[in-house]
């Protein structure tokens, strides 16, 4: 079979499983997969619900692909707005903390500073040690601040976070491929949401450097009570937004 037939054929497979870009993932699918039997297994997958980062096994982020491994928090592009705050906010030799790092992608674009990174899934951990590998970033296994050295208190310049911020009651809400296919920990920001932003925002101040800035995504109906969390723990803080992205990230300064 040729190769337009193929495509053909596929494309028409991805649309008839409700796959709204069937011609792009259509092209991923088959640039990705190294022989015929591997595009099928792929094709299955995908049919099935399984998201196509966790098909493919990787999800673009910034120009780069980030190693994505099955059941792991795929990186939004909305979330290249907070990488892009953060990478503003740097300069070569910055010290730099990504907080709920998932596969570090953040972390990833963020070249010529001492990164160090944190998650407290063990799938995520595997992931973020192989996509900051090329940055010289380390990553550590634990909830938030528990597993980082001593030795880094007080000394972070940018603290990033990409904490979960959906209700619980709002997980049922989320799209099949979110809410079946990623770890519920990368999800669920517990009764309002910002269960988890409350306790970054709650140790931030021990880690961070004199002048050093946290930045928290959220979302655009939360961002006032992110920042009045920001404000309780002693940082000022702002919004800002990005309406192409659908991206609001909350900054704030010690």
Known sequence: MSVSLVTTSLVTTLR?????????EARLLLDTARTP???????????????????LGWAEFRGLRIAVDTGVFVPRRRTEFLAEQAAALTRPGSVVLDLCCGTGAVGATLGGVELHAADIDP????????????????????????????????????????????????????????????????????????????????GALDWLAPGGHLLIETSERQAEQTVDVFVRNGLTAQVVNCDELDATVVVGRV
Do not use: K, W
Request: charge should be negative.
């Open 123 to 202: 799938a995520a951990v595997r992931c973020a040690r192989r996509n900051v590998a090329a940055v010289g970033g380390r990553v550590y296994e634990g909830d938030l601040y528990e597993p980082l050295p001593a030795a880094l208190r007080g000394r972070v310049d940018v603290l990033v976070a990409n904490a979960p911020y959906v209700p619980t009651e709002a997980i049922g809400l989320l799209p099949p491929e979110a809410r079946e296919y990623e770890a519920l920990v990368a999800l669920d920001g517990g009764t309002d949401g910002l269960s988890v932003q409350r306790r970054v925002a709650a």
């Open 37 to 55: 039997g591997e595009l099928d297994t792929m094709v299955e997958q995908r049919v099935t619900g399984l998201p196509l980062e966790h098909v």
């Open 16 to 24: 008839a499983a409700g796959c709204v870009f069937a011609e792009d």
